[in-house]
């Protein structure tokens, strides 16, 4: 059995070093509430649904008081619509502006793609925040084969549906034909559950939050330092490998068709950090 497909998040995988523009959105729209978060507030919850994450977020005690101190009442689902309504023009603006690929993606990438492998990506993102991302990532030369946005399915990472989704569109199966790659806990473990292998980045994405040119001015034992923790994130949520970024994807590819030679499956070992 060789791999089918690879399955990619966007921010923080394939664009937008250090996945800035979903936590740069959501702190404009939390303040414009009178309600300033911490950034790692904003970040514990990245990789989910956008509505979820901002639910997520005001169900913190932390965040639930600081509501009721701005506006001397608990927050409603009509609070959580009003915000929605100014949290997709703010994504959307903020992810068109962070929407650089990520160094090396795109050589993984058309790597994966010389040998054999369908693109699949899936998203936090509704579609009306990717519209923008998507043509600037074209422009780039980066055009996944399925683009599933969050809302198109029932129910958003860590639930399997729209990995699985892709792989309808894709026509991949089994699930172990195929590698999901993402750079939060929530979209590895959605990875785990699809029965897919899952790669967790943990330099590029939302643990660490640097941009580019921020994470590379660190000493490579800084890096480490500064990836360790989300490693192990990554190692909970049942990752099979943790990377910097997907610039490694290709090596990563090599090692699991080696193990599917040998007959192994997704999840059947303990999950490698390679840095």
Not at 154 to 175: D, F, N, S, T, Y
Not at 209 to 238: N, Y
Request: proline residues 4%; glycine residues 10%; hydrophobic residues 45%.
């Amino acid at each position: 059995m060789h791999l089918k497909a690879a399955i990619l998040d966007w921010a923080g995988t394939v664009v937008d070093f250090g996945s800035r523009a979903p936590a740069i959105a959501m702190d404009a729209v939390f303040r414009g509430e009178g309600v300033p978060l911490r950034e790692s507030v904003i970040r514990r919850y990245m990789g989910m649904a956008k509505r979820e994450h901002v639910v997520a977020i005001l169900s913190e005690p932390e965040s639930a008081a600081a509501w009721r101190t701005a506006k001397d009442t608990n927050w409603s689902d009509g609070d959580v619509d009003r915000m929605m309504i100014a949290l997709e023009p703010a994504m959307a603006d903020a992810a068109e502006t962070c929407a650089d690929l990520i160094p090396g993606a795109m050589d993984a990438i058309e790597t994966l793609r010389a040998r054999g492998m369908r693109v699949g990506s899936t998203t936090g993102y509704t579609r009306t925040m990717m519209a923008g991302i998507v043509r600037a990532a074209a422009n780039q030369g980066y055009r996944p084969d399925v683009v599933v946005c969050a809302g198109e399915t029932a129910q958003g990472r860590p639930a399997p549906l729209m990995i699985w989704k892709c792989m309808v569109e894709l026509g991949i199966w089994p699930a172990s034909a195929a590698v999901v790659a993402d750079d939060a806990p929530v979209g590895v473990l959605a990875g785990r559950h699809a029965g897919c292998w899952s790669v967790g980045l943990a330099g590029s994405g939302n643990g660490v939050g640097l941009t580019h040119d921020a994470f590379i001015t660190l000493s490579r034992d800084e890096q480490k330092e500064r990836m360790s923790g989300v490693a192990q994130e990554f190692l909970a949520a049942g990752a099979d490998f943790v990377v910097t970024t997907l610039a490694e994807l290709p090596a990563v590819v090599e090692e699991i068709e080696a193990r599917l030679l040998r007959g192994e499956s997704p999840g059947a070992q303990t999950g490698h950090v390679w840095f």
